[in-house]
């Protein structure tokens, strides 16, 4: 084994610890923010959020593009509406569903999360699934559910100013305390670079196109 390769599954281990989760969606997105360094995610600037993730739906001819021609409102994009799915088993702890969705191009910062979703999945392990369409959650605080269960579907709300899905985990469960854990996701499809990857597990960055597998 190569010292690079060592390094690499060591990462995966301490990333993975006692989950692997499955992408929050169905079909196939693509990557906007992920990763470990700044330069390829920006939610590294907020500890909380460290290994934060954003994902939009793909479609078209090319299976590349976000929206359909050139957007000019939220219906516009793949993502609108598509089902939001739990990503682990776990415990519904928050819900929030009663804010709108924002114009295309605008911003809620005052509510950064939007309408969105906090599951307890171990102790000191909470994971936080944002922006949705206002009125569409349809899990309940005190809720079990189990990987795959649809919890709503994709919206506009809070800081975001096109539709996506935003997923971090957290070891506390106030939105922005504490400190971001690394998920590892597994039996997942990953394409990059024109390689195509199937029923792999590894942590998401920038760029990729992936898929359930």
């Not at 969705?101 to 906090?118: E, I, S, T, Y």
């Not at 975001?160 to 506390?172: A, R, V, Y």
Request: charged content about 15%; hydrophobic content about 40%; aromatic content about 8%.
């Amino acid at each position: 084994m190569t010292r690079l390769v060592a390094i690499s599954l060591l990462v995966l281990a301490s990333a993975a610890g006692a989950q692997e989760y499955r992408l929050p969606f169905a079909g196939r997105w693509f990557v906007m923010q992920g990763g470990d360094t700044p330069n390829v995610n920006d939610h590294m600037g907020v500890p909380a959020q460290w290994f934060g993730l954003d994902f939009a739906k793909v479609g078209g001819p090319s299976q590349r593009e976000l929206a359909r021609g050139t957007p000019t409102k939220a219906e516009d994009f793949y993502s609108w509406g598509e089902p939001v799915l739990a990503p682990v088993d776990g415990e519904i702890i928050a819900v929030v569903d009663g804010l709108p969705d924002n114009p295309l191009g605008v911003k809620d910062p005052q509510h950064p999360a939007g309408n969105h979703v906090v599951l307890k999945t171990a102790e000191g392990r909470f994971v936080f699934l944002a922006h949705f369409q206002r009125g569409t959650i349809s899990a309940t605080v005190g809720q079990r559910v189990e990987a795959g269960a649809r919890l709503g579907a994709c919206g506009n709300s809070g800081n975001s100013d096109f539709p996506h899905i935003h997923m971090h985990i957290q070891d506390t469960p106030v939105l922005n305390t504490g400190r971001g854990q690394n998920p590892v996701f597994a039996h997942i499809d990953v394409d990059l670079a024109g390689k195509h990857f199937a029923d792999v597990a590894w942590p998401l960055i920038r760029g990729l196109f992936v898929a359930n597998h």
